[in-house]
C-alpha cells in the first residue's frame, strides 16, 4: 500500500505538471520582431497576436529531440521539513503518441540501472512498438502514415486547446522584468471567472493564476510562475486532491542559439490521498542533453542520434 501510494502522490504531482506544460508551456515563432525599446512597451494585443500566429507546446517541440530528464520528489512533513527524497534520471526518445514515448529510466537514487533491467525496459517498449505497428497494418497504413496522421490529430487537439486558453485568461502587460540574461516582458495571466473551459486538459488551469516572462528580443515565452488558486480533485476527489496555494515554475533556455526548450519545472504543494492521506511533495524536473532526433519508422538503440545541442 506504501509503494502504491508513493505512486500515486508522484503521478498527482506529474499529472500538475505535465497539464501546465502542455497548455502554458508555449513557443513563439520567428514573427513580427521589433526593435527593441527599453523605455517603451508594446501593445498586449500585438504581444498576444505573435502568440496566436506561431503557437507550439513544449511537448510538440520536444518530439524533435531526445533529451535527459532527472526527476526529483521530495516529501516533507508538516513542518516542510524533508523526510525523504527520490530521483531518478531518464533518457527520453520521443513521439507524438503516448505509446511510442520511452523514458527510459538510467539512474534511480545515485544508482545506475542494471544492464538487464535496461534490457528488459527495450524489450517491454519493442513490443508496444509492435503492437502499435501491427495495429497500423490492420488499417491497411505505413508505420509513416501513422504516425503523421498521429502528429496532425495532435496538432489539431492541441491547437483546440490552445483556443480555449486564450478564450479563458484574461492578459495584462505588467511591464518589464529579467531572468538570467534574457531580457523579458512581464505579463498577468488569470481565469475568467465566468469562462466554462470546453477542452478537458484546460479545465484544471480554471484554477491557476499567475505571470509569465516574455522574451523582449523575439516574444518567446522564458519563464512562468503560477498559482493554485483553488482546490483541484483528481479522480472525483476519491484519488487525490491538491489544496489551494500549491505553486509551479517552469523555465527554459535557448539550445544551440535557435530554439527554446525546457530546462527545468517545480511543482510544490500539499493535499489529500485516498480521502484520508495527508501529504507534502516537491517535484522537480530538470531537462538537459538535448539531441536532434529523427525516426522514419521504428527508434532503434544502437546508434546515439546525429546532432548535440548544447
Not at 512581464?186 to 479545465?203: A, C, N, Q, T, W
Request: proline residues 3%; glycine residues 6%; aromatic residues 10%.
Amino acid at each position: 500500500m506504501k509503494v502504491l501510494r508513493t505512486h500515486m502522490l508522484e503521478k498527482t504531482a506529474s499529472t500538475v505538471l505535465i497539464v501546465c506544460l502542455l497548455i502554458l508551456h508555449v513557443s513563439w515563432g520567428r514573427t513580427g520582431q521589433q526593435e527593441r525599446d527599453e523605455t517603451s512597451y508594446p501593445e498586449l494585443e500585438f504581444v498576444l497576436e505573435q502568440v496566436r500566429k506561431n503557437l507550439n507546446s513544449d511537448r510538440m517541440l520536444l518530439s524533435n529531440y531526445t533529451y535527459n530528464e532527472v526527476e526529483t520528489v521530495r516529501f516533507l512533513d508538516k513542518d516542510s521539513t524533508v523526510k525523504r527524497i527520490k530521483e531518478k534520471r531518464y533518457e527520453v526518445f520521443p513521439s507524438f503518441d503516448e505509446e511510442l514515448l520511452y523514458r527510459k529510466l538510467v539512474e534511480e537514487n545515485g544508482e545506475l540501472v542494471s544492464k538487464k533491467d535496461l534490457e528488459k525496459q527495450d524489450r517491454k517498449y519493442r513490443k508496444r512498438v509492435e503492437k502499435w505497428e501491427k495495429k497500423a497494418r490492420k488499417k491497411g497504413i505505413s508505420d509513416e502514415e501513422a504516425r503523421r496522421l498521429r502528429e496532425e490529430e495532435e496538432g489539431e487537439k492541441e491547437q483546440r486547446a490552445v483556443d480555449d486558453v486564450f478564450r479563458l485568461y484574461e492578459f495584462e502587460l505588467l511591464g518589464r522584468g529579467s531572468v538570467g540574461e534574457y531580457s523579458t516582458y512581464l505579463i498577468g495571466f488569470s481565469p475568467r471567472p465566468d469562462y466554462k473551459p470546453r477542452v478537458k486538459e484546460v479545465k484544471l488551469l480554471k484554477k491557476i493564476s499567475g505571470k509569465a516572462w516574455v522574451s523582449d528580443e523575439d516574444f518567446q515565452l522564458v519563464r512562468i510562475e503560477a498559482d493554485l488558486i483553488e482546490n483541484a480533485s483528481f479522480g472525483l476527489g476519491i484519488l487525490a486532491k491538491l489544496h489551494k496555494g500549491a505553486t509551479m515554475s517552469f523555465q527554459r533556455r535557448k539550445v544551440n542559439g535557435e530554439v527554446w526548450l525546457p530546462a527545468v519545472a517545480h511543482f510544490s504543494g500539499k493535499g489529500r490521498f485516498l480521502l484520508f492521506k495527508g501529504f507534502r511533495v516537491e517535484l522537480t524536473s530538470e531537462y538537459s542533453d538535448y539531441k536532434r532526433f529523427s525516426v522514419s519508422s521504428s527508434i532503434t538503440f544502437s546508434e546515439p542520434p546525429q546532432e548535440e545541442l548544447k
